[in-house]
């Protein structure tokens, strides 16, 4: 699904990117769920944004289904992307959003089944600028799950969910990856990332240092618990710096 090789990028003097290397394949019938993690500076976002063309690489090669991406656009129409922050226009209701991007983006949609999950009916002619941080999530979950894609990348998708939003995310996420899909993850919250995540891919310092499944970070740490083995990763790597 995913390869890249050799990727540089550099932000004015700052590396972040440093030669960075990987591959992602799921298994087409039953899908694979991949968390993409690292402390703040490790590269995550910028790689994130390399994949979705709004970051253009200095060097290097990103492959989707066997076909380079860089500089492409079209590709983006089989890419779902549910950003950290949903800045969606203050004057705009809920209604006239979904409008809009369904508008943008020509393809199938599924909103009714998600606007009644998410319990979004007696939003939907309300101003998003009025909404709460919560309900606006749960705005940006219907936008990228109403569309059906090949891939898909959350980016931080639990922020300001209540517990019946977030477990009805992760019934989402699961029977999408029940459809072949391949889904990345970026979380700070790694009791997320543990009960959701099939593979583990761990930057830092703009590189790969580990990609493998739960069960095999933790052994490589001896920990019991996916917290304690990237808080040991990380108190391993500080130590050989100070």
């Known amino acids: 699904m995913i390869k890249i090789k050799n990727l540089h990028k550099k932000f004015g003097k700052v590396e972040v990117l440093k030669g960075l290397d990987l591959s992602i394949h799921s298994n087409t019938s039953s899908g694979g769920i991949v968390a993409v993690l690292g402390p703040n500076g490790s590269g995550k976002t910028t790689l994130i944004k390399s994949i979705l063309g709004m970051v253009i690489p200095d060097k290097g090669e990103i492959k989707l289904q066997d076909k380079n991406i860089l500089k492409k656009h079209q ?82 998708p639990t922020t300001g969910l209540d517990p019946i939003s977030l477990l009805n995310l992760k019934k989402i996420i699961l029977e999408e990856k029940q459809k072949g899909k391949t889904i990345l993850i970026t979380s700070h919250i790694m009791s997320f990332v543990e009960e959701m995540a099939d593979e583990i891919v761990f930057l830092l310092d703009g590189k790969i240092y580990f990609k493998g499944t739960l069960v095999e970070i933790k052994q490589s740490t001896n920990q019991k618990d996916l917290e304690h083995a990237i808080a040991a990763i990380l108190t391993t790597t500080n130590s050989k710096f100070n």
């Open 75 to 156: 590709y983006r129409n089989n890419i779902n992307y549910l950003p950290q922050i949903a800045n969606f226009p203050s004057n705009l209701s809920v209604k006239e959003l979904i409008k809009m991007v369904k508008d943008l983006r020509p393809k199938p949609t599924t909103d009714n089944n998600l606007i009644d999950l998410f319990g979004l009916l007696p939003f939907l002619d309300k101003k998003l600028g009025n909404l709460s941080g919560g309900t606006k999530q749960k705005v940006n979950i219907l936008l990228t799950f109403m569309f059906d894609s090949e891939l898909i990348i959350l980016d931080e």
